[in-house]
Structures are given as structure tokens and as C-alpha cells.
């Protein structure tokens, strides 16, 4: 039978020295623990905020060259033809009509032109899109230089402030959520290669895989060198049987 007293007690006194060395240090590694949390979810945020700067910059510069290239035309062409309808117009009554009709013509194919030019501006929306994505981009300077400001204080002065990386999560996905209009597929593509060692944000992890990701889609091509036979693919059929092909 156990008499009390025969073995020493295992409750620790809250003034022994080592249970309050163990407590310091509980305590400052879990302190180090969600510093360094903090400081790796600011890192994160850092670098999806620099690739949507990116992407937002290539994206102003795409249209507003697709917009040149329409709205130029377009006023050429509109002075050309009011020109021409302006020195042709003596000139129909007293030609004759192979003459009239080959002025008819011209003045045809370039109304045709000039409105086929003016309804593509209009339908894609170039200028309204240059001018979103010019604007868009300093939302995300200025809070790319918030979490740098953070940063620098978290290395020089004090610790890392939670409140002020969820303000800025919540400013970054209001930011992402709010987005008007979509990134060009290549110019995503192209992100992906030159940040492929940073974090991504949505929009880049959420698009279409790529074709070496697929090998289904995957077919011989005689013009191509080095062409190598791919293997045999197994696909279900609408009967759900399955057939072989190359």
C-alpha cells in the first residue's frame, strides 16, 4: 500500500526558479513564432501586390497600343474621305459613269473601313481599358510602399503589427474583388514566367493549365523537328469504351 508522504510530490511551486525559466521561454518562443507568421504573411502579400503592378503596367501599355492603332486610322481615314467627297463632287456630274462609279466605290470601301475601325474601338472598350489600367497600378504602389514602410519599422524599430496586415489584406482583396476588367491571357503567362519564384495571386493561379501540364492535348506535328511519337493515351468515349489513339 502507498502511505503518503513515501514519494515526493510533482506539483511545482510557482516560485521555483526553473518552472519560471521554462515560462520565459514558452512564452518568447511562441512570441518569436507569430513574429515570424507576420512577417512571412507580409512577404506574401508583398509579392502578389508587385505582381499586380506588374501585370497592370503591361496591361495599360497592350491597349493603349491596340487604341492607337485604331483611333490613328480612323482620323486619317476620316480626313481623307471628307477631302475626297469634297474634290469629287464636281467631278461626278461631269465624268462619266465608269468614272463615277469606281469614286462611288472608293468612298464605299472607306466609309466601310472607317466604321468597321470606329465599332471595334467601341466594342473593346481600348481607351476606357488603357485609362482603368493607368490608374489601376498606383492603388497597388501605394500600398506596395505601406508594407515596405512596415517592414523597414519591423527591422529597425519594433515588432510587426497584425492590425495593420489585416487593413492591408482587406485593401488587397477589395483592390482584387473590384477589378473591372480581366488581365490579357499572355500578359498573365508572361508574369508567371518572370515571378515563378514569388507567391502568386489569384488571377495567375487560377487560369487555364498549360499544355505541358495536359498531355492529352498533346499531338505530333510533321513540321516540327525532332519530332518524337508520343505514347498511346487511353480516352473514354461517349459509350464510355475505351479506345487507343495517337
Known amino acids: 500500500t502507498r502511505i503518503e508522504g513515501d514519494y515526493p510530490s510533482h506539483e511545482v511551486s510557482p516560485n521555483d526558479p ?16 507569430l513574429e515570424t507568421n507576420l512577417m512571412k504573411s507580409t512577404q506574401v502579400l508583398r509579392e502578389r501586390t508587385i505582381v499586380h503592378e506588374y501585370l497592370c503596367y503591361r496591361t495599360c501599355e497592350y491597349y493603349a497600343r491596340l487604341n492607337r492603332a485604331t483611333t490613328i486610322p480612323s482620323i486619317v481615314l476620316t480626313g481623307g474621305l471628307m477631302l475626297f467627297n469634297s474634290n469629287t463632287t464636281a467631278d461626278e456630274c461631269s465624268g462619266s459613269s465608269t468614272v463615277n462609279n469606281l469614286l462611288k466605290g472608293i468612298n464605299i470601301a472607306g466609309n466601310s473601313l472607317l466604321t468597321i475601325l470606329l465599332s471595334v474601338q467601341t466594342a473593346f472598350k481600348f481607351a476606357e481599358k488603357a485609362d482603368y489600367f493607368f490608374n489601376q497600378p498606383k492603388k ?26 489585416k487593413e492591408w489584406s482587406r485593401e488587397y482583396n477589395a483592390l482584387d474583388e473590384n477589378m473591372l476588367y480581366d488581365y490579357p491571357p499572355h ?45 498511346k493515351i487511353e480516352s473514354p468515349t461517349k459509350d ?6 495517337i
Open 240 to 245: 464510355m469504351k475505351k479506345i487507343n489513339y
Open 140 to 165: 497597388y504602389t501605394r500600398l506596395h510602399g505601406n508594407i515596405n514602410d512596415e517592414i523597414i519599422r519591423h527591422n529597425t524599430v519594433r515588432p510587426m503589427d497584425a492590425e495593420h496586415l
Open 18 to 33: 526553473l518552472a519560471k525559466q521554462n515560462s520565459t521561454e514558452n512564452n518568447s518562443s511562441s512570441t518569436m513564432s
Open 187 to 231: 500578359i498573365i503567362h508572361t508574369a508567371r514566367t518572370k515571378f515563378k519564384n514569388h507567391h502568386m495571386p489569384l488571377v495567375c493561379n487560377s487560369t487555364s493549365v498549360l499544355d505541358n501540364d495536359i498531355p492529352w492535348r498533346k499531338r505530333t506535328r510533321p513540321w516540327r523537328k525532332n519530332n518524337h511519337p508520343l505514347p
